[in-house]
């Protein structure tokens, strides 16, 4: 087809289309001969059928149950009802700056593990925080409630909605001139994208677009801080991982649309002006965590004297990660806001150039798997059933290590906690929110080792 195109424009003839009745076969049909058609006409035959696609594949296509905290279309259908006088001065009350030169501040799956710490964090200090956040069922919705209940407590009040509900968002920005967005929701997992990948391109990628969409077009712009992964960097075997580390041999679709949304950003900071900051999160744990991570579910195994799996790589290599407790990566959180700089536009129009960086948020200390097993072991007082396999071809990496130079340079970013310390603080709190050590109501999710 693109050889049968002229080679510049000039010589291309616009002829009328001709129709031709073709009575051998179908005495009605009517046929049209494309080759008389105009350039112009073919690009625009084709661009229709293209969104017509897409649109099709993200509205008519089944959605499965499990979904991201950003999975829109079940989300916008079930979600709370908001607006009027009482919901604003909620809203109102909850992103009021309450300290002097303090931000206001939208959350976006503020009921998610990293979510909840950054959102108490900000509000102790007296900023302003407004919560959002869908609570599907990628994991036990139940945890989310608790969560959202201990940021009740804590004056911060959490909308019930999708990131996708553009009019929603637009709302919110009505009411509250946001000053920063911390965008946290998202499909996280690895290997969720191999049952439902739909769902990480609606969450991580149109997700983030949709909010991209409304920050560039609020008068004045928020800056924009945003989760991106350590996942971008992939097959890289560079390590430690560093910024200027190549990004563009992802290993699974989650990394895939954490490297997209990072180009997205790029374009809306150069065509718009919006300030963004991208974070690289290294696995992080803590109290309050994912009941999808292996140090979670490792817990609750090693309890109930079932068999854990852990991973090893090929010639019985070590798998390790880069283990971040959750306090360091909300310091890091909480100095990438203040340190975010200025958005440069106005109602959609850029006025000048703004800052666009992306930032480690690692330990720097890689731990093997099987140590993090042993150190469970000591905390719980329980020996665990070992059961040592090969990694699958799923997207899990080997190993990952965080260099963070950048961050300690720009942000003061200072990491303290060692993983005994952490991890010892993460058993506190999970013998006390499921006091029988035996507690059904773990991740829905099963054993699935990510890291």
């Not at 049909?29 to 099709?56: E, N």
């Not at 002006?273 to 490792?298: E, H, K, N, Q, S």
């Not at 942000?411 to 952490?422: E, Q």
């Amino acid at each position: 087809m693109m050889d049968s195109l002229p080679s510049t424009p000039g010589k291309f003839k616009m002829d009328k289309p001709q129709y031709h009745y073709h009575h051998h076969h179908h005495p009605r049909q009517l046929t049209v001969r494309w080759q008389h058609y105009p350039l112009v006409s073919k690009v625009a035959v084709w661009s229709f059928l293209a969104i017509a696609l897409l649109v099709a594949f993200f509205f008519l296509s089944p959605t499965t149950p499990n979904s991201s905290s950003t999975s829109g279309r079940r989300s916008l259908r079930n979600a709370a009802p908001w607006g009027g006088p009482a919901w604003e001065k909620c809203v109102r009350s909850s992103a009021r700056v309450r300290r002097s030169g303090g931000i206001s501040v939208l959350v976006t799956g503020a009921a998610g593990f990293v979510g909840t710490h950054v959102s108490t964090a900000l509000k102790r200090r007296g900023d302003g925080v407004l919560g959002l956040d869908n609570f599907n069922d990628y994991y036990d919705p139940s945890l989310k409630r608790a969560r959202q209940a201990l940021l009740d407590r804590a004056g911060v009040f959490v909308v019930e909605g999708d990131v996708n509900d553009g009019p929603l968002l637009h709302k919110l920005f009505d009411v509250v001139p946001f000053t920063h967005v911390m965008h946290l929701a998202a499909q996280a997992g690895v290997r969720y994208a191999m049952t439902n990948p739909s769902s990480y391109v609606h969450s991580n990628v149109a997700g983030l677009v949709s909010v991209l969409e409304v920050a560039k077009s609020a008068d004045p712009q928020p800056a924009v801080v945003w989760a991106s992964s350590s996942s971008v960097y992939g097959l890289n075997s560079h390590v430690p991982f560093s910024e200027v580390d190549r990004t563009d041999r992802p290993a699974s679709l989650y990394a895939a649309t954490k490297k997209a949304g990072e180009e997205i950003a790029h374009v809306y900071n150069h065509i718009y002006g919006l300030a963004i900051t991208g974070l690289r999160f290294f696995t992080v744990y803590g109290p309050w965590g994912r009941p999808d991570m292996a140090y979670f579910f490792f817990t609750r195994d090693i309890l109930r004297s079932k068999p854990i799996s852990i991973f090893e790589g090929p010639g019985h290599a070590t798998v390790a990660r880069d283990f971040t407790y959750i306090d360091d990566i909300v310091s890091g959180c909480l100095a990438a806001l203040d340190n975010a700089g200025k958005s440069t536009g106005s109602g959609g129009k850029k006025r000048g150039s703004a800052p666009l960086r992306v930032y480690n948020l690692g330990n720097t200390s890689p731990v093997p798997v099987s140590h993090l097993v042993s150190i469970l072991e000591q905390l719980l007082k329980v020996k665990a059933v070992r059961n040592v396999v090969k990694m699958p071809r799923n997207g899990d990496v080997q190993f990952t290590h965080a260099n963070i130079s950048l961050a300690q340079r720009e942000l003061g970013y200072h990491p303290t906690t060692g993983l005994n310390t952490g991890l010892k603080k993460f058993v506190r709190w999970y013998l006390g929110y499921y006091p029988t050590s035996s507690s059904k109501k773990g991740s829905r999710g099963g054993r699935t080792n990510a890291l």
